[in-house]
């Protein structure tokens, strides 16, 4: 289904007329906010979107790293101007609580369903093209940017579920909760508290049953705790969300493609920075796209420098954050993080300037 929106201000036909145009694939965070970035400076955007708006989606819902400079420059700070400002967190061993640190600087809450809303409609008030329902096969060819996800893994044995909860009080805290082979973060997504993301990282294991497949499989895992919270609230059955079939880290990225966001490398979840990742990404292809735009740079070359960007850019951020994953989801590993956390001795000031 094809929307379309208005003439951007400042750019006008003539103006448009002279620019190469860009399509890309992947309505996402970083598809949508690098065309409203390209809108506004007066490039003709198509994005192909294979679902639909507004959707649920597999998200911590809370971004934990972007700074105001990253979103005025993409045109998209206002659409964060009323999102929840979390300060705080508490970690989880088990039953048992390890960690109650500050972050070195707020993260901005918003659910997924309210966030892509809002940037659809954004983009395509600016003159954006928006084409919904349309998924887009691989095409070597000039103009494309592949922001359309992770490629499908099919021996992955990780497993990414998410609800909204009502009636679990958080007190203003983020909560991370690890337990064998997983973990689950808890995000407040309304000013008031009344609900809450839940959000997992889990291998696969035997199929949930019941109506709350969350809860069950939080028990799998030895977090019979936060289970027993959560089996107390009211879950929304329409936010419920699952994802398989994907690897962390850098991904299969097509030869020869200019991709970014998950399709170009996805960071462990714990973090809270993969919707950082995604508006960095479209921040630092930007300049490059712009340059081949106004016939300033061959294709080629843009691709080669998008990824020197992105390598630059999120390299050792994403290495420490695997190096951390592996520590989560191994026995010996969440002795020693829980022990380090009990005495004091985690540095986790550093760790979240460093995975931010």
Request: charged share 25%.
């Amino acid at each position: 289904m094809e929307r379309r929106g208005l003439i951007a201000r400042g750019a006008s036909c003539a103006s448009m007329a002279k620019m190469k145009v860009i399509e890309i694939a992947g309505g996402g965070l970083a598809g949508l906010s690098l065309g409203i970035a390209l809108r506004e400076r007066g490039v003709p955007v198509t994005v192909r979107e294979a679902s639909s708006y507004p959707r649920h989606r597999v998200c911590g819902e809370f971004i934990n790293g972007v700074t105001e400079d990253t979103l005025k420059n993409l045109g998209i700070a206002n659409i964060f101007h009323d999102a929840l400002r979390h300060h705080s967190t508490r970690w989880w061993m088990g039953s048992k609580q390890i960690l109650e640190a500050q972050l070195t600087r707020p993260a901005l809450g918003m659910s997924r369903w309210e966030m892509d809303e809002r940037l659809r409609i954004r983009f395509e008030d600016i003159g954006g093209r928006l084409i919904t329902k349309d998924r887009v096969q691989p095409e070597l060819r000039e103009g494309l940017v592949w922001a359309a996800g992770r490629r499908l893994e099919k021996k992955s044995q990780l497993l990414g579920l998410k609800a909204h909860f009502e009636g679990v009080d958080l007190n203003g805290f983020l909560e991370m909760h690890i337990g064998v082979g997983a973990y689950v973060g808890l995000t407040p997504i309304t000013s008031d508290g009344s609900k809450v993301n839940v959000c997992g990282l889990f291998k696969k294991g035997p199929r949930a049953k019941g109506v709350n497949p969350i809860v069950d499989v939080l028990r799998n895992c030895g977090l019979d705790t936060l289970s027993n919270r959560l089996e107390g609230a009211r879950m929304d059955p329409v936010s419920l969300t699952g994802i398989s079939g994907f690897q962390l880290g850098g991904q299969r990225v097509l030869d020869r493609f200019c991709s970014l966001g998950d399709s170009e490398r996805m960071i462990p979840p714990f973090t809270g920075n993969g919707m950082s990742m995604a508006f960095e990404s479209a921040e630092c292809a930007l300049p490059h796209l712009l340059n081949y735009c106004e016939g300033v740079e061959t294709w080629g070359k843009v691709i080669e420098e998008v990824r020197d960007s992105l390598d630059k850019k999120f390299q050792k951020r994403v290495r420490l954050a695997l190096q951390l994953h592996r520590c989560l989801t191994h026995e010996v590993g969440r002795r020693v993080l829980s022990s380090a956390a009990v005495a004091g001795v985690l540095p986790f000031g550093w760790l979240h300037r460093k995975l931010s």
